[in-house]
Antibody, heavy 118, light 108 residues
Framework: QVQLVESGGGVVQPGRSLRLSCGASGFTFSTYGMHWVRQAPGKGLEWVAVISSDGSTKHYRDSVEGRFTISRDNSKNTLYVQMSSLRTEDTAVYYC???????????WGQGTMVTVSS | DIQMTQSPSSLSASVGDRVTITCRASQSIATDLNWYQQKPGTAPKLLIYAASSLQSGIPSRFAGSGSGTDFTLTISSLQPEDCATYYCQQSYTLPPLTFGGGTKVEIK
């Protein structure tokens, strides 16, 4: 079935780096734009970044621009986000999501928790 | 950035009630508005896209309407399984895509 599975979350100190992965199955990954969306504990949803289907176009929210890098490997059906210079305010559940009609997200992963703490 | 404001932030209603949630955008977004349902500990689920199109597999008691800056999500007959937090999201422009603050729906 159509599925996204995130991995790579954990506890990391401020200023350190972490890479999250999102494995896709059940659909033709290379034809979909993909996003990262996060949710801080007890808070609402916050869009983080997008990458086009071929990886040529990327956009970020201001607060992660220059610190996070979204990428994909279509041969491995995998989406990534490399997070560096992590801050306590980056603490959240990170979801990957498939882009459907005009940036609506029709398929979500189960989420992976990132905790930035000393 | 386009700001999305939802109201109310929470509501309590009885099974069978008609429930309406509103979402207002800080500028016109045409019909580029999506609605999600999120239950505790789970990922959001797409209910409505393009303001009024029902996502496949979603019960017909969910309906969306609106255009420009004002939008509504209506649950025509609230069911126990509809207890969740509902979010609107504008898909008119990025970066960034933006969500409303959420509306928590509880059963009386």
């Amino acid at each position: 079935q159509v599925q996204l599975v995130e991995s790579g979350g954990g506890v990391v100190q401020p200023g350190r780096s972490l890479r999250l992965s999102c494995g896709a199955s059940g659909f033709t990954f290379s034809t979909y734009g993909m996003h990262w969306v996060r949710q801080a504990p007890g808070k609402g949803l916050e869009w983080v970044a997008v990458i086009s289907s071929d990886g040529s176009t990327k956009h970020y929210r201001d607060s992660v621009e220059g610190r996070f890098t979204i990428s994909r490997d279509n041969s491995k059906n995998t989406l990534y986000v490399q997070m560096s210079s992590l801050r306590t305010e980056d603490t959240a559940v990170y979801y990957c999501a498939r882009e459907a009609y005009r940036w609506a997200f029709d398929i979500w992963g189960q989420g992976t928790m990132v905790t930035v703490s000393s | 950035d386009i700001q999305m404001t939802q109201s109310p932030s929470s509501l309590s209603a009885s099974v069978g009630d008609r429930v309406t949630i509103t979402c207002r955008a800080s500028q016109s977004i045409a019909t580029d508005l999506n609605w999600y349902q999120q239950k505790p500990g789970t990922a959001p689920k797409l209910l409505i896209y393009a303001a009024s199109s029902l996502q496949s597999g979603i019960p017909s008691r969910f309906a969306g309407s609106g255009s420009g800056t004002d939008f509504t999500l209506t649950i025509s007959s609230l069911q126990p399984e509809d207890c969740a937090t509902y979010y609107c999201q504008q898909s008119y422009t990025l970066p960034p895509l933006t969500f409303g603050g959420g509306t928590k729906v509880e059963i009386k």
